[in-house]
């Protein structure tokens, strides 16, 4: 009878994982990960580039790829560049700031026609994709929006930062150059700060928001055709998983009073308390303003475009592609606060919105009435189920807006392609299932008329696109 024994396959799996190996480089996956090839088998390596002769740490077997740490560069592309961020290789935030921005553009666009290819478009489709100029900002001091993350040690220390790489450990950050300039080194602030606070543990998260510092009850006190940059205000909300005292509070107030934030506490019961008791602004009423003079007014909690720049841009490509008339009426499903509906309202007959929460369309509505926008109405609807039975439904739509969520919009464009509205504008920001999606149009006689990325988070994978289609 024969014995098998377990223990010396995993003497052999750890040796394996402790091997070094000397690979090229042969491309990125679709996470800017480094892929290169080992005995036919794909071996990924984070930091690395194509075409790179690399050193590298074997740290996982799997049956259909390895898993490895780079070790050693013997031969850089030519489009490394260095890490502008101090906590690139360790932080979760970014994944090719090692990659010169043109290239980084390449990558997401090559990103979206492999993706087409995959869906079943068919190829002279891809091949000739009519591809328009990227919408792009600065690369650096972009994002207005985040979610920073408060841990403790066991010496009731704070690390104060954002998710590791593949774990949910923070890492502890000192400055953040993908931040606007208010929120980018306001780390070490905050980590000072808490570890002053008597009850450091009661703090969840912490998000910062940076605004216009707007009027957000007079319009005409908004001067669009400025060349100044609007002054901009940090607020910060404070998770907290209890109820703050007295002491921490005026902590709190001391340092912001001293460096311009409005600030709040959040708890459990979702209620927001202002500590800025002189302040006309709540974290209710927080706003941003668009290229045409619109201004967009929201809360904490509500989503916005984390680019204002690129959001801006994004718009009013969005006006030129549609190019709505004064006898259009338009469709805007997943409509948000009305980000783009507004806009359009401007230039055309009428806009229908439809957003999935009801208080998303609450704060449209009032968005459309602060601004005087009367030819605009909102509905709530589930657009992942069956809507073509409403009443706003009946109208005869010659163009609609899609701004859905990662999970794409299939049920909706089933839907709009019953309609037989001759012009869609999809604004995707998951290139998956924009592909998906566009498939469908297509199989239904669509035909795409312009494509073009919108870079809203440069230094990371993420891709986002505009796509205009005709039937």
């Known amino acids: 009878m024969a014995n098998f024994f377990q223990v010396s396959n995993k003497k052999s799996v750890k040796a394996q994982e402790k091997q070094k190996l000397t690979v090229k480089v042969e491309r990125l996956d679709s996470n800017g990960c480094g892929v290169a090839y080992y005995q036919s088998k794909p071996v990924f390596i984070h930091g690395t580039l194509p075409n790179e002769n690399v050193d590298a740490k074997v740290v996982e077997q799997k049956s259909k790829y390895t898993l490895a740490k780079l070790l050693t560069i013997n031969k850089a592309s030519q489009h490394r560049v260095i890490a502008k961020c101090q906590h690139f290789t360790l932080c979760g935030g970014c994944d090719i700031q090692h990659l010169e921005y043109s290239q980084q553009l390449d990558f997401k666009k090559n990103k979206i026609i492999e993706l087409f290819s995959r869906s079943g478009v068919a190829g002279n489709i891809v091949a000739t994709l009519p591809w328009q100029a990227p919408i792009v900002s600065s690369p650096w001091e972009y994002r207005r929006k985040a979610r920073i993350g408060v841990q403790f040690d066991k010496h009731s220390q704070a690390t104060i930062g954002f998710r590791q790489k593949a774990t949910n450990q923070l890492a502890a950050i000192k400055s953040c150059p993908v931040l606007v300039e208010p929120a980018a080194n306001i780390f070490p602030l905050l980590k000072t700060l808490i570890n002053k606070l008597s009850v450091k543990k009661a703090i969840g998260h912490i998000e910062i928001i940076s605004t216009d510092d707007l009027d957000t009850t007079d319009l005409a006190t908004v001067d669009i055709n400025s060349t100044t940059k609007p002054l901009k205000k940090l607020t910060l909300i404070i998770r907290q998983i209890r109820a703050i005292n007295e002491h921490d509070?005026?902590?709190?107030?001391?340092?912001?009073?001293?460096?311009?934030?409005?600030?709040?506490?959040?708890?459990?019961?979702?209620?927001?308390?202002n500590i800025n008791k002189s302040s006309l602004v709540s974290a209710d009423s927080l706003s941003y303003r668009l290229a045409?003079?619109?201004?967009?007014?929201?809360?904490?909690?509500?989503f916005i475009q984390i680019n204002q720049q690129v959001n801006m841009a994004m718009v009013e490509q969005?006006?030129?592609?549609?190019?709505?008339?004064?006898?259009?009426?338009?469709?805007?499903?997943?409509?948000?606060?009305?980000?783009?509906?507004?806009?359009?309202?401007?230039?055309?007959?009428?806009?229908?919105?439809?957003?999935?929460?009801?208080?998303m369309v609450d704060k449209a509505s009032a968005n459309a009435k602060f601004n005087h926008i009367d030819n605009c109405r909102f509905f709530q609807a589930d657009l992942n189920s069956e809507w073509l039975s409403n009443a706003w439904a009946k109208h005869e739509f010659n163009k609609v807006l899609?701004?859905?969520?990662?999970?794409?919009?299939?049920?909706?464009?089933?839907?709009?392609?019953?309609?037989?509205?001759?012009?869609?504008?999809?604004?995707?920001?998951?290139?998956?299932?924009?592909?998906?999606?566009?498939?469908?149009?297509?199989l239904k006689g669509y035909k795409i008329e312009k494509i073009?990325?919108?870079?809203?988070?440069s230094q990371t994978k993420h891709v986002e696109t505009m796509v205009l289609f005709n039937r």
């Not at 509070?249 to 308390?273: G, H, V």
């Not at 592609?321 to 009428?350: E, M, R, T, V, Y």
């Open 292 to 302: 045409n003079g619109i201004q967009i007014n929201f809360s904490s909690t509500d």
């Open 318 to 359: 969005a006006l030129d592609w549609l190019s709505p008339q004064k006898n259009d009426d338009i469709l805007d499903l997943f409509c948000g606060l009305g980000n783009f509906s507004l806009p359009l309202a401007q230039q055309a007959k009428q806009v229908i919105g439809v957003e999935g929460v009801q208080s």
């Open 402 to 442: 899609l701004d859905p969520a990662r999970a794409g919009a299939e049920f909706a464009v089933e839907q709009v392609i019953k309609l037989n509205i001759p012009t869609i504008l999809y604004v995707s920001c998951d290139p998956t299932t924009l592909a998906r999606d566009s498939q469908l149009l297509i």
């Open 452 to 457: 073009g990325l919108i870079d809203m988070f």
């Open 249 to 273: 509070r005026k902590l709190w107030q001391e340092y912001a009073e001293k460096n311009c934030w409005n600030i709040y506490f959040q708890t459990n019961d979702s209620n927001k308390e």
